[in-house]
């Protein structure tokens, strides 16, 4: 096992949640306190700061060191790998789409 | 938090498995049954069965009813929902890479 597939578990790892794919879309919009991110979810610091860790570790975001407000940002370079991971097998669903329409083009000739 | 966004955790869940992304690259190459998996991993049948089976739970691969063969397909819908999920990030390292090469660019006209 290679490192670089260690991070790629880490990275699917920490997007099998909702809560923390929910703050990755908030942040999407711009970088956010943990108060801030805190908020609109409804969730204690502490719950919401566990979060951002798992986050955190996966490289997903960053936080600042700006004194008391330490802002998250998110990363894109895990967003990339995953991306990249998926791309790989784009070529199935499409031929499976490509074997769907000439199936339909088929019952229609009929 | 709607059933689809329990089913794309399940489906993150799943894949954050180095060997079970490799059972899924192997069936990306055609489907193969329990025994056909488990020599290139040089694992038991019961530990290959139970990935199998989370793969199976996330809707990531089939199990066909062929008596003693029961060969294993992967299953594209999944891996189109990580895809279209990771879509829309894509225009945030999109403008990041833009922003790199226009400091690049800046650099280079200094």
Not at 80 to 92: A, P
Request: glycine share 4%.
């Amino acid at each position: 096992m290679s490192s670089d597939e260690d991070k790629l578990s880490q990275t699917f790892s920490a997007l099998a949640n909702t809560t923390r794919r929910a703050i990755l879309a908030r942040l999407a919009e711009g970088e956010a306190t943990v108060n801030e991110l805190a908020e609109p979810f409804n969730m204690s610091l502490p719950a919401i700061s566990k979060h951002i860790k798992v986050l955190e570790r996966a490289g997903l975001i960053t936080q600042g060191q700006k004194a008391q407000f330490r802002p998250c940002t998110i990363e894109v370079t895990p967003l990339i790998e995953i991306s990249n991971w998926t791309e790989q097998y784009r070529h199935i669903w499409e031929s499976r789409f490509d074997q769907m329409d000439d199936y339909i083009n088929q019952l229609q000739g009929e």
